[in-house]
């Protein structure tokens, strides 16, 4: 039998548990003073103060005063509730009391961690815990919902870390959407050559995984697509997903490729995206020989019939019989239901025209470091020569770290991968062309496993490196030897001295950078951002992969910048929080939800427009509102609204809030 | 209220006098969590808001913030999302236009603009938290105590003894 049905309509009998946190709290608090402060106030029949609150001994001393002094209600003024209100719940739940007959204080983030003076610190902490302790008194015993939780899994992203999620829950039986906006799956990963540090091919260990997805019969791939509307909460979203035309009929493609040898276009002449527009592709292409799925795609931009609409269609000659070719095909939406969403949107590399003392788009031998992987790779443009525009070997590169990142003028952040990528570069051109390769940085960051190893083996391949930032790229030379040379100055803090230094190509090693669209689809989930723009995890340490919003996850560099390794592990989390979520069947919600007491209600429907759930309706018959529970998420913004006090919010009554405004000001009055 | 607590001073270092009071509402999707960030880096602020967490702002009824006023605050401070990043869609909207309404009414009752803020503070913006209750802190020390209960008590002073039960009556009267 629970306690409360003894006691709850009795005299209260309230518990305050103040925990020290080590001296996070006690180091600015006097948490003796606030213990015999709370004691005095009018209903605790205990206060206690312990080291650390959360942990067992704690909870069980929460426990056995509930048993031992027959507690009712129960106060634990310690950190904030977005971290372990979930905890003392949980105790107060074990100790046969309603969990709802608790409040908890921060006395942590809100006091001791922000302020300077003890006394003042611990006068506020007293304001805050007489608050609780006149609120808690008012607290109702509420039972928790839970809702059955489709099993279906959306991801979205289809790069390393949306496909390795992917797999992981479809694996494990569920069935996944993965939807991703470009029209083949892959992400930054596939247009990379080698992997630090072990140069592991990056096409041999992806392209499986790409074909894996394809194929796996758990996996519904829609590329070419973007969601485009999110609905309903955890365990039951609904979402809308836009789907582009290919202008090819999926089912019928085979991926022959005919119809691009027979586009009327002889010669490739549209700059092509997946080789940064270093090679060229024609209108119907394929994005690249590996992709997934392996169908063409028509540019309706550059077709000729979709220009004048009197092209010889040698394409669909081609395709013959089969006919996959539609010229006719539409944007389709498609519907889902899902119980919970991965987001693995990824980054954007940094655009170098932003610094323009660096030459990119200025001079024709500046790249970027994905141009540079591109020419690397055996199946980028250059069939894998590492060239100059004019077909030149480069004797001399420079690259340049930190191109956009550690930079008050951009992005103050590290981008994390971009020491070891230049590294890796450095390896990769010396190998590739023997030149003497300088590697211009700020500082060395390799922090990974073997990096610090690959590191010292590029070291003693020769390569330079020169630390100090970079000042400026340039064409002008002072000397016979710059002559038709860039030329990086920079100035050598070892050395302390400033260089010119001629070379023939010059690399930049751009940031990573959210995704230009990242606001727009922060909103769409309805998920936070961090002030960078990166997906804002729910904790920085214990909730890595969750949002505040329940049932959306983070996987990869969406949520900052990430190597392949870091993204294949987060994608690793998220899935098993999404399986997990999924799995149980049911999820339990929040009972905090509005209710219309309809003897008060005067039928105004003031309240009905303002619900952005449209939970609330009018009942014709009775002229009163009433209030679909299962639709209300419990905002409260038709309780504050409802002129007569009809509508009321569980956990945030009225009575209650006034309780506690009257508690923080009882000093003043 | 009775009790031991009404022997503790108002802020302020003792014999210094008086220093500002603040309830701050903030919603519990971006402006508490910004709160929370402001903790966990150690940003520093003066100690004189209180924050009592809802759900939204849209949560804040006008009488939260009246009674506040009424029971000694000099300031009350609503934080919610930026608009359109509503953790429930369009509730900070809702406040936006019920503070506007309840500005008008403030007015009437002698209570300063500055006493009311509103703010969109994101779940990022800790150091906004900070910087908003530094400067709400520097505001009320300008513009000094309301101390509502006491003016009350001065304007009822004002008014006759004898007539102030009759005011209300007549004022009854008029309004139907």
């Known amino acids: 039998m629970r306690l409360e049905t003894q006691t709850g309509n009795g005299a209260p009998r309230i518990g305050v548990y103040v925990c020290h946190c080590g001296t996070n709290i006690a180091g600015m608090v006097d948490v003796k003073a606030l213990t015999a402060y709370a004691a005095t106030l009018p209903g605790v029949a205990v206060a206690r103060e312990y080291k650390y609150m959360c942990s067992d001994p704690g909870q069980a001393l929460i426990r056995s005063d509930i048993a031992e002094h027959r507690l ?350 230049s590294i890796k570069l450095a390896h990769l051109i010396r190998e590739r062309t023997g030149a003497e390769v300088y590697n211009f940085y700020i500082d060395i960051r390799t922090p990974g496993k073997g990096f610090e190893e690959f590191y010292r083996r590029v070291l003693e391949e020769g390569v330079h490196f020169i630390r100090g930032k970079v000042a400026q790229v340039s064409d002008w030379a002072t000397s016979p030897e710059e002559e038709g040379k860039l030329i990086i100055q920079v100035e050598d803090t070892l050395a302390g001295m400033i260089r010119r230094i001629p070379v023939d190509m010059v690399v930049l090693s751009g940031a990573l950078e959210p995704q230009a669209d990242a606001e727009a689809v922060r909103r769409l989930f309805n998920i936070s951002c961090s002030t960078e723009g990166w997906f804002l995890e729910r904790h920085p340490k214990l909730a890595p992969v969750s949002t505040f919003t329940d049932g959306i996850f983070l996987a990869g560099a969406c949520q900052g910048p990430k190597d392949i390794p870091d993204s294949v592990a987060q994608a690793g989390a998220a899935a098993a929080e999404a399986l997990a979520l999924v799995d149980a069947g049911r999820i339990a919600l929040e009972p905090n939800t509005a209710y219309v007491v309809a003897d008060d209600c005067s039928g105004c429907k003031t309240c009905i427009p303002l619900c952005p759930y449209r939970a609330i309706a009018f009942n014709g018959q009775t002229a009163k509102a009433e209030i679909t529970e299962a639709l209300c998420k419990g905002c409260g913004v038709c309780v504050a609204a409802c002129p007569s006090g009809a509508i009321r919010q569980h956990l945030f009554e009225d009575a209650e809030i006034f309780a506690e405004i009257a508690g923080v000001l009882a000093a003043q009055a | 209220m009775d009790g031991p607590h009404k022997e503790q001073p108002a802020h302020g270092p003792a014999g210094t006098g008086w220093e500002p009071t603040i309830v701050a509402f903030f919603c519990t999707w971006c402006t508490y969590t910004a709160a929370d960030l402001a903790g966990t880096s150690r ?58 309404l309840l500005r008008r009414v403030l007015g009437e009752m002698g209570i300063e603009d500055g006493r009311l803020r509103l703010e969109w503070i994101s779940a990022s913006e800790g150091e906004k938290v900070a910087r908003v209750i530094t400067e709400m802190v520097e505001t009320l020390r300008a513009l000094g105590p309301l101390a509502l209960p006491a003016r009350r008590a001065a304007w009822d002073a004002e008014v006759a003894p004898g007539t102030v039960e009759a005011v209300p009556a007549a004022a009854a009267g008029g309004e139907r």
């Not at chain 1, 395709?319 to 944007?331: K, V």
């Not at chain 1, 060239?387 to 930190?402: F, T």
Request: aromatic residues 8%; hydrophobic residues 35%.
């Open chain 1, 72 to 421: 009712n209600r129960v106060v634990v003024a310690a950190c904030s509730p977005l971290l372990h209100e979930h905890t003392f719940r949980g105790a107060v739940e074990a100790a046969g009391l309603n969990p709802y007959y608790f409040q908890m204080v921060s006395i942590r983030e809100l006091d001791s961690w922000v302020h300077t003076d003890p006394a003042e610190a611990t006068r506020k902490a007293k304001d805050l815990v007489r608050a609780a302790v006149q609120r808690v008194i008012l607290h109702k015993p509420l039972e928790t919902r839970s809702v059955p939780v489709n099993p279906n899994v959306l991801v979205v992203g289809g790069g390393i870390a949306g496909i390795h999620a992917a797999l992981t829950m479809a694996n494990a039986g569920k069935h996944v959407y993965l939807v991703e906006r470009e029209p083949t799956i892959g992400g930054h990963m596939a247009k990379f050559d080698k992997t630090f540090p072990t140069l592991d091919c990056a096409a041999c260990i992806l392209t499986p995984k790409m074909t894996a997805v394809g194929t796996h019969p758990n996996i519904t791939l829609w590329t070419y697509s973007e969601v485009e509307k999110v609905e309903g909460y955890v365990g039951n979203y609904r979402v809308t997903v836009k789907r582009h035309p290919r202008y090819i009929i999926e089912d019928l493609c085979v991926g022959c490729q005919e119809c691009i040898e027979a586009c009327v276009y002889k010669e490739a002449r549209v700059p092509d995206e997946f080789n940064l527009g270093l090679g060229k592709r024609k209108p119907i292409y394929l994005p690249f020989p590996q992709a997934v799925p392996l169908l063409v795609v028509i540019d309706p931009e550059t077709c000729i019939e979709f220009k004048s609409g009197k092209c010889k269609k040698t394409c669909v000659e081609a395709c013959g019989e089969r006919g996959a070719i539609d010229f006719t095909q539409r944007e389709r939406t498609e519907e889902i239901e899902v119980g919970a969403i991965i987001l693995a949107t990824g980054f954007k590399t940094f655009d170098a025209r932003r610094i323009p003392y660096y030459g990119y788009g200025v001079y024709k031998n500046v790249y970027t470091a994905l141009e540079v992987e591109r020419l690397i790779n055996a199946a980028g443009p250059t069939g894998g020569e590492v060239v100059l525009r004019d077909g030149r070997k480069p004797e001399r590169v420079g690259i340049i770290h930190c191109v956009g990142s550690r930079d008050e003028h951009y992005n103050i952040y590290c981008s994390r991968v971009c020491c070891m990528f």
């Open chain 2, 43 to 100: 940003l520093k602020y003066p100690p004189h808001a209180r924050v009592i967490r809802v759900m939204c702002s849209g949560r804040v009824d006008p009488q939260f913030v009246v009674e506040a006023f009424a029971r000694g605050a000099d300031g009350v401070l609503i934080g919610g999302c930026h608009p359109g990043d509503c953790h429930y869609q369009e509730g900070n909207y809702k406040t936006l236009r019920r503070v506007a």
